[in-house]
């Protein structure tokens, strides 16, 4: 019967609570024995791990959750999803507002009381998690979002309805901004940062939408042969519009021209950096 429990443990990330045990044939004195030889840790009341699995972060967010009963939410639910190969600090879970707290044993556990919406909670692999659209909108963070989209792990319509059944939210309005930013024109946004820019440290000498060679180069030095590539998000970006930037950025480089590429968000996090790297390129090519 202890094979079934193995099983159940490997399957379960080394963790597994007695209820699931006593479903699996094992009976509290075989789970006793197997804790007095030290081969399983009574994590809490009702709670094991087992030693012969590895402890990783999967086994710690799999414990926080059942330590809580709540749910996974930002990090951890973009962890556990398998969106991010960073692993949370701390492991973030929504609890009901009315909910009595267990301990939490030494693990690691940021919580937060907040009522969820029932279609904002998914099971994933036995762990109850929020869902992919409103873990991006927690974040807050233009580059997740990006990503998220640009993968494929949600849409525009998966993010929107999260904010309208959120919009009450705690720091949603945060999200609701980059949201507004993500489902407009990007590019266009990227292009006016980067002019704003260019009055503002009075650099001149460049045009817009330089024809060449039947492509179109975003801002161009002509007298120094130097081109200047403003990108929007990713995710706006077709398999077919990238391979074409790469086509036009390597006849311009075979042409003798040195090419600089700026996203969105290099200009909205960096756009000191943004001017330092484009001084540097003016005077290089000058030189």
Do not use: C
């Amino acid at each position: 019967m202890w094979r079934d429990a193995a099983l159940l443990f490997a399957a379960q990330d080394g963790v597994a609570t007695r209820r699931e045990l006593h479903a699996a044939g094992v009976s509290d004195s075989m789970i006793a024995v197997r804790v007095d030889l030290d081969e399983v840790v009574r994590i809490a009341p009702g709670l094991f791990r087992t030693k012969h699995h590895p402890f990783t972060d999967r086994t710690a967010i799999r414990v926080a959750g059942l330590l809580s009963g709540g749910v996974a939410d930002r990090e951890t639910a973009l962890f556990w999803h398998g969106m991010t190969d960073e692993s949370p600090s701390t492991i973030g879970v929504t609890v009901p507002v009315a909910r009595r707290l267990r301990a939490t044993h030494g693990y690691a556990i940021r919580t937060r009381r907040r009522a969820l919406d029932r279609a904002d909670v998914v099971d994933v692999d036995g762990v109850a998690v929020t869902s992919k659209a409103l873990s991006v909108l927690e974040m807050a963070d233009a580059k997740v979002m990006d990503r998220a989209l640009q993968q494929g792990d949600v849409t525009l319509e998966e993010l929107s309805e999260a904010l309208e059944r959120n919009a009450h939210a705690k720091g949603i309005s945060a999200a609701r901004a980059i949201f507004d930013i993500a489902s407009g024109d990007t590019e266009s946004e990227a292009e006016r940062i980067f002019l704003a820019l260019l009055h503002l440290h009075g650099i001149t000498g460049w045009t817009m939408q330089l024809t060449f060679r039947g492509w179109r180069v975003d801002i161009a030095f002509p007298d120094i042969r130097l081109a200047v590539e403003i990108n929007g998000w990713a995710f706006h970006r077709s398999r077919a519009r990238w391979q074409s930037d790469q086509d036009k950025a390597n006849a311009l480089t075979v042409a003798g021209w040195s090419v600089l590429n700026f996203s969105w968000h290099h200009l909205t996090d960096d756009p000191e950096g943004v001017i330092t790297t484009l001084a540097e390129a003016i005077g290089a090519r000058a030189a």
